[in-house]
């Protein structure tokens, strides 16, 4: 797990997946791991070698038509559950409250308490 209060995972959130992949495949030497999701989508690992450094996916019906294309940064947590409980507090927003991903970690979406939204995540010990 990435230490606490570290930035651990970001994601674009696209329009237009293959065109993103041709472009950091181009730019920055990424490959592609494609992830099957729920509801027949993709997620898609891009790779430095070995090592994954970050994730795609297609963002319609995901989130509004108007927002456009964006990185999404996810913040580690020593406990997702009692970090958003305390932004609340705090004057934050849960935009999608705590949820597990298999083999991957606990989530959640919020928003800070000036309005800019984040992930928070407890990754699940390997």
Same mark, same amino acid.
């Given at each position: @797990?990435? %230490? +606490?209060? #570290?930035? /651990?995972?970001?994601? =674009?959130?696209?329009?237009?997946?293959? #065109?993103? #992949?041709?472009? /950091?495949?181009?730019? =920055?030497?990424?490959?592609?791991?494609? @992830?099957? @999701?729920?509801?027949?989508?993709? /997620?898609?690992?891009?790779?430095?070698?070995?090592? !994954?450094?970050?994730?795609?996916?297609? #963002?319609?019906?995901?989130? *509004? %038509?108007?927002? %456009? !294309? +964006?990185?999404?940064? /996810?913040?580690?947590?020593?406990?997702?559950?009692?970090?958003?409980? =305390? =932004?609340?507090?705090?004057?934050?927003?849960?935009?999608? *409250?705590?949820?597990?991903?298999?083999?991957?970690?606990?989530?959640?979406?919020?928003?800070?308490?000036?309005?800019? !939204?984040?992930?928070?995540?407890?990754?699940?010990?390997?």
């Amino acid at each position: @797990m990435a %230490p +606490h209060a #570290k930035f /651990y995972w970001n994601e =674009l959130m696209t329009d237009d997946v293959e #065109k993103a #992949k041709a472009f /950091y495949s181009a730019v =920055l030497g990424w490959t592609f791991s494609e @992830m099957p @999701m729920e509801g027949g989508r993709s /997620y898609y690992v891009a790779m430095l070698g070995d090592e !994954p450094v970050a994730g795609l996916m297609d #963002k319609t019906d995901i989130v *509004p %038509p108007y927002v %456009p !294309p +964006h990185w999404f940064g /996810y913040i580690s947590v020593d406990d997702v559950d009692a970090r958003v409980a =305390l =932004l609340e507090a705090k004057g934050g927003q849960v935009v999608r *409250p705590p949820f597990d991903i298999e083999g991957v970690g606990r989530i959640a979406i919020v928003a800070d308490a000036t309005g800019a !939204p984040l992930g928070l995540m407890t990754a699940f010990d390997e």
